[in-house]
């Protein structure tokens, strides 16, 4: 049998599995019926806990999204990851170092239950992101229909942004615009779609569509890009309460120089177990 625990971030939720303890590489076919809510377990993404070969690093984290492919980042994963790292005895350290096909990143375990995670640096030049674009800038216009443009800002956070503002979330064209964006071809590896509503400088309203998964309850990545973005054309504070479909996380970016620290819970809610001999018929 093949163990695994069922997590979430804010209702973002994850398949999380010891590859250390447990010899397995999963094919596309294999995530998708992973996260296949009607056939399979259910989740927005599966995440593989390996050994990190790289020297005073803990772990290395690997992530999948629903529709099979492997990507660089996740936020809410990261927080999951060092909950499960830690319930699972794998390490007793507060802070571990976990890498990234992005880069490391440093999640801390505080003893109110919630979790910070040091997410490194925001990235803006359309080669980082990666997009298509003559020139760098704040904000781009986006041809998403014949005669309409839309206004976004991009950043890679480790994986690729695109963030809207919008004057609600509510009604929000997230399930219209989101999978255009998703798919435009100025984003040649696609990009999460995150919909961004201002309340005041310390608070915005978020809504994601997100690159592999679809809208998402919560997207980690997702509240630190919008963030960034919105601190960077001058709308918002340094430290910003994120307000998803799932619950809040606290954003810091103390400056433009600084890494990027995420703060939220990360939620276990079942183990389970599932045969061998069912992943290897796909
Ligand atoms: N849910 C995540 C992001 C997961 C990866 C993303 N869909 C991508 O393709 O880059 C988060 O909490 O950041």
Not at 244 to 263: C, E, R
Request: charge should be negative; hydrophobic fraction near 40%.
């Amino acid at each position: 049998m093949l163990k695994f625990s069922k997590m979430h971030g804010l209702g973002n939720d994850f398949v999380v599995i010891d590859a250390i303890h447990q010899d397995i590489s999963l094919t596309t076919a294999q995530v998708q019926f992973l996260a296949d809510r009607h056939r399979g377990i259910g989740c927005d993404q599966v995440l593989l806990v390996e050994k990190s070969q790289l020297e005073n690093v803990d772990f290395r984290y690997r992530i999948f999204n629903a529709d099979g492919g492997e990507v660089a980042q996740c936020g809410n994963g990261a927080r999951c990851f060092a909950q499960f790292v830690r319930d699972k005895g794998l390490t007793d350290k507060a802070t571990i170092a976990v890498e990234t096909s992005a880069g490391i990143i440093y999640p801390t375990l505080h003893a109110n239950g919630n979790i910070s995670v040091d997410m490194g640096q925001p990235h803006f030049l359309p080669a980082e992101v990666p997009f298509s674009a003559e020139e760098p800038a704040n904000t781009y216009m986006l041809t998403v229909a014949p005669g309409e443009q839309i206004e976004i800002a991009t950043l890679s956070m480790g994986n690729p942004h695109a963030v809207i503002l919008v004057d609600a979330v509510e009604t929000a064209p997230v399930d219209t615009l989101g999978p255009s964006i998703e798919s435009h071809p100025q984003f040649p590896e696609r990009v999460n779609v995150g919909f961004m509503q201002l309340c005041d400088r310390q608070t915005i309203k978020l809504r994601v569509f997100e690159r592999g998964a679809g809208e998402t309850s919560a997207c980690g990545t997702g509240a630190c890009a919008a963030v960034v973005s919105g601190i960077r054309r001058g709308l918002l504070a340094r430290q910003v309460t994120v307000q998803l479909k799932g619950g809040s996380l606290l954003i810091n970016w103390p400056d433009d120089d600084a890494n990027v620290i995420m703060t939220g819970p990360a939620t276990q809610v079942f183990d389970g177990e599932i045969a061998w001999a069912t992943l290897n018929l796909l």
